[in-house]
């Protein structure tokens, strides 16, 4: 140890010595990743969100290639006055209709209204069934409008999907593919409104629904989001200030900070990464843990430069007591900032073996830059605070914080003294209190919900949920082992159940199959009898009543319910709830009447918008777990080694994880629901969380083994290191804070949990942890043998310039 000890000494000597030539490997580095920094851009894919390999997302995928898009937007149109069977009104749907075509992006089988070429009207005639075109010319007489209006009515495939159930609403259902090289779903999304605005008059009232405007609003938020990076910056700026009340205490771990996210983004260029939703705050983090790092070094710095500045040392240079305190600085701390950013860069890290993309490109730019951090805290900043100008005064003349002082000495009374185990008692009462909590948490993923109740996409989604099917679809997608397996009437008949039993169910406003269409052709074949509105159970009658469809009617007409071989087919479900757990009630509800209505060798998967984003739900419970678990192993293995003790590893990963559980326990007890941005704080809490532990645990040591009175030692680790804890989650918190001005709820849920486990992370390490030590009193820590190492080490020069310490007590304690 000793020997390493040397060679880090030699080592922060080589960087005093050289700190023109340090800086400009920093600078040339910081250019080149800066470079490869230009090359990132804003990236909002669907697929970014999707877990690979998820069932879900899989059966999705499949629907895709056989059935077309899965980007489902809704324009619906509601006259001012009457309902939509108007010369005006259907004039509009016409030309929505086809403008809508001509979106390059637009699936054109699956664009559909009732203007579309492919929807029929299927009647009875002398001959049995005719076929024809639902509106193939705007009616020009009042005895043609009334023709259309029975028409309609006579065909309830369309009722609810198309024309709402009053006929005061009619939609353009439009279906767009989308690959990730693709315009995004602003430009998308944009373009569908400038159709939908070319139509626009004082006669109706247009609304815009459906995947596109979801997302684009998303990507509008994620744009504006480098606005509240300037603002946290300030804020953070500020903390700093106030940390150090100098400008050099505050512009030194900003630097740190910019350089650390230049470096991350730099990385994500050079993997060919774009930012995400979640990315776009992700600066904000790095900026707010390397700073957190820098305060806690500079804290050390400003401590040994007041030492070092006592008389013994009354022939230096300022200048040189200065690059006397750097190297006295990093020796102390430089180890255990090692660790912890390791453990803080290694949590991020992990993140990169999810299944989802986004959250992959999270874990590598957060973790990057947080050890960008480290690097240029052990290379670039002391090479640049050994060649500035160095304080006017030491940190033991200056004034003290007042009331954050005597905060602090009271609750390190508290925390250490004879009221230890009633903190301790009371800590564990709130933490059971909290840990109940967890059982009312909900993991849910909703885009709509991100997004405020007045803002126009939800004003406009509702309008057409209260009209119409629904703006969300839920696919159940049948496939049969052979060819013309849908024309068995045992399929169609199980179709025709599920379908009735999911209308039933609260949230479901329309479906659509092939067995609705037979069942209207059947009907049709009787004399229109409503009464044989049903699957017949004669397979060849089927297989007739298609050909006979197929006579008048054209092939593409059913593409977007049934393959060309009637091998396979789709089951379209209408929803008005884009919450995955309504989803993940729904699948529950119907996965028994599948396996008992389709007969043997019919399989039937589940796919569709609503239910891609449920796959989310799996993989962050799973991945959450799993990544919690990986991540107490390496603190715990870590810390072991650092502090050569496998009590003092697990002194620091059992508060660590009790901060997961008391930060998921607050969620369940406000009822914020698990998602893709909260799940994430579970990795800062551990990450961070395990900073500050580290952090004080370690001065507590070093002050113990100075002094031999475990009481000052408390005090005075949270006089330093503790300060500086409170000024870290202090940072953070106000970073994480301007998320609040933002009506994106995704922000702002991320802000109440950041800020909520800095809060619970500072209390634990402050006071709970100490409490911990106070009634456990480990070995470990407590244990200090070796009397005379003591007694060397407070024999040395390190006479420290601390409130209450003088050679006089000093001489006291040994």
Not at 58 to 80: K, M, N, W, Y
Not at 647 to 676: E, Q
Request: net charge neutral.
């Amino acid at each position: 140890m000793d020997q390493l000890q040397r060679l880090w000494r030699w080592y922060l000597s080589f960087v005093i010595k050289h700190p023109w030539m340090v800086i400009a490997v920093a600078l040339s580095v910081t250019a080149i990743l800066g470079l490869s920094a230009s090359g990132v851009r804003l990236q909002n894919g669907r697929d970014l969100w999707l877990p690979h390999g998820d069932p879900l997302v899989e059966t999705t995928r499949q629907i895709q290639e056989v059935f077309g898009g899965r980007d489902l937007a809704i324009i619906a149109i509601s006259p001012v006055q009457g309902d939509i069977y108007q010369t005006s009104v259907l004039e509009k749907i016409t030309r929505v209709q086809n403008r809508i075509l001509q979106i390059p992006e637009a699936v054109r089988n699956n664009v559909i209204s009732l203007a579309a070429r492919k929807v029929k009207s299927i009647r009875a005639n002398r001959d049995g069934m005719t076929v024809r075109r639902m509106l193939a010319s705007i009616p020009s007489t009042a005895e043609e409008m009334a023709e259309l209006r029975r028409a309609v009515a006579e065909n309830p495939f369309y009722i609810g999907a198309l024309v709402s159930r009053d006929a005061r609403t009619a939609a353009v259902v439009a279906d767009f593919k989308l690959t990730k090289e693709a315009i995004g779903y602003s430009a998308l999304n944009a373009a569908i409104m400038k159709v939908a605005d070319s139509e626009r008059d004082p006669t109706v009232k247009i609304y815009v629904g459906g995947v596109p405007s979801a997302f684009a609003a998303v990507e509008y938020y994620t744009t504006a989001a480098g606005g509240y990076f300037g603002l946290a910056f300030l804020i953070i700026m500020l903390v700093q200030y106030a940390s150090f009340r100098s400008l050099q205490g505050m512009l030194l771990p900003t630097v740190t900070a910019i350089l650390s996210v230049i470096w991350g983004l730099g990385v994500m260029g050079a993997l060919h990464f774009d930012l995400d939703v979640l990315n776009t705050t992700t600066p904000i983090l790095i900026m707010a843990i390397t700073s957190g790092h820098a305060i806690q070094l500079l804290k050390r710095y400003y401590e040994e430069y007041g030492r070092l500045s006592s008389g013994k040392n009354a022939g230096k240079t300022p200048a040189e007591l200065s690059k006397e305190a750097v190297v006295e600085s990093l020796t102390r701390v430089g180890f255990v900032m090692l660790v912890a950013g390791l453990i803080a860069a290694a949590t991020f890290y992990s993140l990169g073996l999810s299944h989802i993309e986004m959250v992959r490109h999270f874990g590598v730019f957060a973790g990057s830059g947080v050890l960008s951090g480290m690097i240029l805290e052990l290379t670039f900043i002391p090479a640049l605070r050994s060649i500035l100008r160095p304080p006017r005064q030491p940190l033991s003349h200056r004034k003290g914080d007042g009331v954050l002082d005597r905060l602090l000495s009271l609750s390190a009374g508290s925390a250490v003294g004879s009221r230890a185990v009633w903190v301790f008692a009371i800590g564990t009462a709130t933490i059971v209190f909290l840990g109940i909590g967890v059982a009312n948490l909900k993991v849910d993923n909703s885009t709509l919900r991100y997004l405020g109740p007045s803002n126009q996409v939800r004003v406009d989604d509702r309008m057409i949920n209260r009209e119409l099917g629904g703006t969300n679809t839920v696919y159940f997608f049948v496939e049969g082992s052979q060819p013309d397996s849908m024309k068995d009437p045992r399929v169609l008949v199980a179709m025709d159940h599920l379908q009735a039993f999911l209308e039933q169910q609260p949230g479901v406003g329309k479906t659509q199959s092939l067995a609705d269409l037979v069942k209207r052709m059947n009907q049709v074949m009787h004399g229109d009898d409503p009464r044989y509105s049903s699957i017949p159970q004669d397979r060849s009658l089927i297989a007739q009543y298609l050909l006979l469809y197929s006579l008048s009617g054209e092939p593409e007409d059913f593409d977007n319910f049934v393959d060309t071989n009637y091998q396979k087919a789709l089951v379209w479900t209408y929803v008005k709830d884009d919450s995955t757990a309504f989803f993940e009630n729904l699948a529950t509800k119907v996965e028994p009447l599948i396996k008992q209505e389709f007969p043997p060798g019919v399989n039937v998967r589940i796919g569709g918008s609503l239910a891609e984003i449920s796959a989310i739900n799996h993989v962050v419970v799973r991945e959450k777990l799993i990544n919690t678990a990986q991540m107490a192993i390496v603190i715990f293995l870590l810390t072991s080694v650092m502090l050569r003790s496998v009590i003092g590893g697990l002194f620091i990963v059992i508060p660590v994880l009790i901060i997961v559980v008391a930060n998921f326990g607050i969620m369940g007890w406000l009822g914020l629901p698990l998602d893709m941005g909260t799940a994430t704080t579970a990795s800062m809490a551990i990450g961070i969380g395990a900073d500050y532990e580290i952090y004080l645990l370690y001065r507590f040591r070093e002050e113990l083994a100075r002094t031999g009175d475990w009481k000052i030692a408390g005090e005075r680790s949270l006089q330093t290191s503790g300060k500086a804890i409170l000024y870290v989650a202090l940072a953070i918190a106000g970073g994480y804070s301007v998320l609040f001005a933002s009506d994106f709820m995704f922000y702002s849920r991320l802000a109440m949990t950041v800020i909520t486990t800095m809060a619970i992370s500072a209390l634990s390490a402050i006071l709970f942890l100490r409490a911990m030590f106070a009634v456990f009193r480990p070995r470990f820590a407590f244990a200090q043998a070796d009397v005379a190492a003591r007694l060397r080490y407070a024999g040395t020069e390190h006479s420290w310039q601390l409130q209450g310490d003088t050679p006089e007590t000093r001489k006291d304690q040994f």
